[in-house]
């Protein structure tokens, strides 16, 4: 019995630090970009939005500034490369209060430290003001540990989905 209650509570960890470490990946319709984990802005004008094409979302993968009510991106936000994921669950924007300043955290590897870039926003643009950076502190590790790992829907889509299966 102890053997067996052993064997069941290792592989629970495994299967826990397996999903963990899995690659969440997303197949975009030609116009349609997903609203990243805690992706729009506190004063709800804006969205930051993921997009990708090809089977896993890899050709021309880009996170977007993007106008919250219209649905229109406003512009890519470059800084944001090398990704291991293009699912949007994958990324946790953190926006200030006033929403004039957003912080993406994010992978670039399984076991890297995680990425983030922050940026400025005003006159409905993104204006880099630190990053990429290596993610060092506590708050911005679980803030992107609690937010990233949410398997809810996007709160927001823009443009038509493809049918999954």
Not at 15 to 40: K, Q
Not at 54 to 73: I, W
Not at 118 to 128: L, W
């Amino acid at each position: 019995m102890p053997t067996q209650r052993l064997f069941l509570f290792v592989s629970i960890l495994l299967l826990a630090a397996s999903s963990a470490l899995a690659t969440s990946n997303y197949e975009y319709g030609p116009d349609e970009y997903v609203t990243v984990a805690n992706g729009i802005s506190a004063d709800g004008k804006y969205a930051i939005t993921a997009h990708g094409g090809g089977e896993l979302g890899y050709d021309n993968f880009h996170l977007y500034l993007t106008d919250a009510a219209s649905g229109k991106n406003i512009g890519p936000l470059e800084e944001v490369v090398e990704t291991l994921d293009t699912g949007a669950d994958a990324f946790a924007a953190k926006w200030s209060r006033d929403s004039q300043q957003v912080t993406i955290v994010y992978r670039v590897d399984r076991h890297a430290p995680l990425k983030a870039v922050s940026y400025r926003i005003g006159s409905r643009r993104a204006q880099c003001s630190k990053g990429p950076f290596d993610v060092k502190g506590d708050e911005l590790i679980r803030y992107w540990q609690s937010h990233s790992s949410e398997s809810k829907p996007s709160p927001k889509i823009f443009g038509t989905t493809l049918k999954h299966d």
